[in-house]
């Protein structure tokens, strides 16, 4: 699973109301009926509504957290991979 926090664009501190607005902003923007014969649109959204759905509950982000600790300690190498990538993927859909 990608890091949804990183999906979204939010904070690991983000609160419920940042997440949803991040959340309604990327369905908005990807969403299929608004992107017919884009490909990737169909599984940005789709990324987007779980990142939502992990992060949204309290329960499943504490989860998530919790691994997502455990994988920096285990593998800080991928986890450094993942989040470089993180930050050059907004700059690389700006240009698009």
């Known amino acids: 699973m990608k890091d949804p926090y990183a999906i979204l664009g939010v904070s690991l501190h983000a609160t419920p109301e940042e997440i949803k607005a991040a959340y309604r902003k990327m369905a908005a923007i990807h969403h299929p009926d608004r992107n017919v014969g884009k490909s990737d649109a169909d599984l940005k959204f789709k990324e987007a509504k779980e990142a939502y759905e992990t992060?949204?509950?309290?329960?499943r982000r504490r989860v998530y957290d919790d691994s997502r600790d455990k994988q920096i300690l285990s593998d800080p190498l991928t986890t450094g991979r993942e989040i470089w990538k993180s930050f050059l993927t907004p700059l690389t859909m700006e240009k698009s």
Do not use: I, M, N, R
């Open 55 to 59: 992060l949204s509950d309290a329960k």
